[in-house]
C-alpha cells in the first residue's frame, strides 16, 4: 500500500498564497499518477492538477492555470502544489492521490490522503 499524508493548508487572503506538500510513502511504483483533487462541501470532487513520473507531464483544470504549479521530487517522494493568486472559490479540502495507471486514475485514484483545508477569504 501507499500511504500519502497532506501539510501546508491554512487561511489566506485573495491574493495571497500557498503551498501545499504530500508525503508519500509505503510501496512506490516505477512510474504513477499522483496529483491534486479538491472538494467543498455540496459538490462533487475535482481534479485540481497531476503529474506523470514517467514523462514529467502536468495537467491543470482550467481555473487554475497560471496560477498553480504542481511539482514531483522523485528522489523524496515528495509533491508539492504552489498556489498562488488564491481565490475565494478555491477554498476547498485539498487531497493529495496517487495511482500507478492512466486507468485507475481517470476511473478515481487507488491512493488518497485525508485532506488539508485551504480557505481563501
Known amino acids: 500500500d501507499v500511504q500519502l499524508v497532506e501539510s501546508g493548508g491554512g487561511s489566506v487572503q485573495a491574493g495571497g498564497s500557498l503551498t501545499l506538500s504530500c508525503a508519500a510513502s509505503?510501496?512506490?511504483?516505477?512510474?504513477?499518477?499522483m496529483g491534486w483533487f479538491r472538494q467543498t462541501p455540496g459538490k462533487e470532487r475535482e481534479e485540481v492538477a497531476r503529474g506523470y513520473t514517467a514523462d514529467g507531464s502536468t495537467t491543470y483544470r482550467d481555473s487554475v492555470k497560471g496560477r498553480f504549479t504542481i511539482s514531483l521530487d522523485i528522489a523524496k517522494n515528495l509533491l508539492y502544489l504552489r498556489m498562488d493568486t488564491l481565490k475565494p472559490e478555491d477554498t476547498a479540502m485539498y487531497y493529495c492521490?496517487?495511482?500507478?495507471?492512466?486507468?485507475?486514475?481517470?476511473?478515481?485514484?487507488?491512493?488518497w490522503g485525508r485532506g488539508t483545508q485551504v480557505t481563501v477569504s
Open positions: 509505503g510501496y512506490l511504483y516505477n512510474s504513477y499518477y
Open positions: 492521490a496517487l495511482d500507478p495507471t492512466h486507468m485507475g486514475w481517470h476511473g478515481g485514484p487507488r491512493f
